[in-house]
């Protein structure tokens, strides 16, 4: 079943609708959870955060005149332990700014033991950007997520377990579709089996244990539909952090269920690359994920 995209402008708290940054909250009235963290936020090396337990979304919207109306939520990574908000997110995002896509950050709460929160809160990301699609400038059926690391395979999970709204709801904003239209995987963590995932994010998003019913929720090769958006996928085969398979598999199902994607495995890059220069053709990677953005009709 498609989701139709249901949009109703609505402006949160104090936002300005002008070019500049801002910043909103994912739950302005109070999330329905919490995740257990009761200790202060902290920064260090800059801008990498952890204790996160408020979600916030930093939003860069481009000059009209260069605005293409598409949008991408970005979910930086960090093994579900911290969150690189620089190079895989602020970075990312001014860099989609200046080509005309909007650009908005998700510092998601960490999960500590409560597995289902980071992917409730970029769901609800997703629906807050198109209920302002109106008032942004954005085409409410041209809104992705990408993600980097941990933070990719948090965007994997809403790609394909995503859901159309609550129809019967009376409240407009829970009838709205939280499907990404597309969606950008960077070195993506994509599987909790043994065989070849990342044991480090498991543990943090999961727990402990070999509870085969939470590794297969978590494993989302495995739950890739005809409905999962399409996908962009970049790697380096000299990727020692998350091993390349881990998006060989996640491509091979979107193949297998018909869904357009595109990846580059590039020779050099190693993991964790996002938005640095590295004098390496994994510099590419963000023309070319522009480049196949027109092939997918997400931007003229």
């Not at 995740?35 to 920064?43: F, Q, R």
């Not at 159309?164 to 070195?187: A, H, V």
């Not at 990727?239 to 050099?268: C, Q, T, W």
Request: net charge negative.
């Amino acid at each position: 079943m498609k989701c139709i995209a249901l949009v109703v402008t609505l402006i949160f708290g104090t936002l300005v609708l002008t070019a500049q940054d801002k910043v909103l909250k994912v739950w302005p009235n109070g999330a329905p959870n919490h995740n257990g963290m009761d200790k202060p936020e902290e920064k260090y090396d800059g801008v990498r955060v952890r204790n996160v337990s408020e979600a916030e979304m930093y939003v860069y919207l481009p000059e009209k005149e260069k605005n293409t109306g598409a949008a991408v939520v970005i979910c930086p990574g960090g093994g579900y332990m911290i969150e690189a908000m620089d190079h895989e997110g602020y970075d990312m995002a001014k860099w989609l700014k200046s080509r005309g896509v909007a650009g908005i950050v998700l510092k998601y709460r960490l999960p500590y033991g409560h597995h289902e929160i980071p992917s409730g809160d970029a769901r609800q990301a997703l629906r807050i950007v198109r209920k302002n699609a109106e008032a942004w400038g954005i085409d409410p059926v041209k809104i992705g997520i990408a993600g980097s690391s941990a933070g990719g395979h948090l965007a994997s999970t809403v790609g394909t377990r995503f859901d159309c709204g609550s129809k019967e709801s009376e409240d407009s904003f829970e009838r709205i579709s939280s499907r990404p239209d597309f969606m950008l995987l960077l070195y993506p963590v994509i599987t909790f089996r043994e065989e070849f995932g990342h044991m480090g994010s498991r543990k943090n998003l999961i727990g402990e244990g070999n509870d085969w019913k939470m590794v297969e929720e978590y494993s989302n090769e495995l739950h890739v539909t005809p409905q999962t958006p399409p996908t962009f996928l970049v790697l380096a085969d000299d990727d020692k952090g998350v091993v390349p398979r881990n998006s060989v598999e996640f491509y091979l199902a979107l193949k297998e269920n018909n869904v357009p994607a595109e990846m580059h495995i590039f020779a050099e890059g190693n993991h964790g690359f996002g938005m640095n220069k590295k004098n390496l053709p994994v510099d590419q990677w963000p023309e070319l994920f522009y480049n196949w953005l027109k092939a997918v009709k997400m931007i003229e």
